[in-house]
């Protein structure tokens, strides 16, 4: 009998134009050999222009999905993305506080077209009950800001953003460099391990999704058994290589492409 392989659950918003949310972590999952499995969060009518509207869901369907899926087939990571309320954000953070798998915390408050994803109650209830629980938090610099109120504007700041995040409670904080000027640069810390990844930045203007094929191919590789900085330094190089290979989508920004490598290969 075939083995399965090692089980990803994403708790996050869906994008109906395919570039990001719930379509682009399951992609990515599939990508790197995982099985992905969702806790839908939210609606959103959403293209490569923007949101055009969002409906959150209950928070006794966001429950049972999760319960319906971890009871039964269980999961080796999770990922979170898009919680949109208070209510959906503290009912998730408590379900993960018990779940015994790696946990990582996209924490999206604003779309790549500048759209409001998360609500101020939502932000704080983030801040408070879902950091703590998080394996890793994977913060873009306006999040940073929005979290802790610490301004990066270059790359010696990384540090102290990832201090002020690490005192919200997750045993790794992410900051990820992607707005600054120069070279594309993450820095992972946990309080006194440092790491810097570093890539050539990319003049591709079709980035629509990088964050949560970021935060789901760090929660595929944990699953597959890597430690934290591996497991980010390995899903830095498959991010790397999506946004090189985005395309062109609608009449605004397009998707990174999460099928890049077997492109390729074909």
């Known amino acids: 009998m075939r083995t399965s392989p090692p089980r990803v659950l994403t708790v996050a918003g869906s994008d109906s134009g395919g570039g990001a949310g719930i379509q682009a972590d399951l992609k990515t999952m599939l990508a790197l050999g995982v099985h992905g499995m969702s806790v839908v969060t939210a609606v959103t009518a959403q293209n490569s222009l923007g949101v055009q509207g969002a409906w959150e869901l209950p928070v006794a369907a966001v429950r049972a999905q999760f319960r319906s899926v971890v009871d039964d087939i269980g999961v080796q990571a999770v990922k979170t993305g898009m919680l949109s309320s208070a209510a959906v954000a503290s009912e998730v953070a408590a379900l993960l506080a018990d779940v015994g798998a790696p946990v990582v915390v996209d924490p999206v408050g604003i779309s790549k077209h500048g759209d409001a994803l998360l609500t101020a109650g ?10 703590p629980v998080a394996t890793v938090a994977t913060p873009n610099l306006d999040e940073v800001r929005q979290l802790t109120g610490v301004v990066v504007d270059g790359e ?14 997750p045993r790794w904080a992410l900051i990820k460099g992607g707005h600054l000027d120069g070279d594309a640069v993450d820095l992972l810390f946990d309080g006194s391990r440092e790491y810097r990844f570093r890539a050539a930045r990319c003049d591709n203007r079709h980035t629509h999704g990088t964050g949560c094929a970021l935060a789901s191919a760090i929660a595929s590789y944990l699953a597959l058994g890597l430690a934290v900085p591996e497991a980010v330094g390995a899903a830095k190089e498959y991010v790397t290589g999506a946004i090189t290979a985005g395309f062109p989508l609608g009449g605004g920004i397009g998707p990174v492409d999460h099928g890049w490598r077997r492109r390729q290969e074909s």
Do not use: Y
């Open 122 to 131: 939502a932000l704080e209830v983030v801040r408070t009950e879902l950091l």
């Open 156 to 169: 010696g700041a990384m540090r102290e953003a990832a201090e002020a995040v690490l005192a919200l409670g």
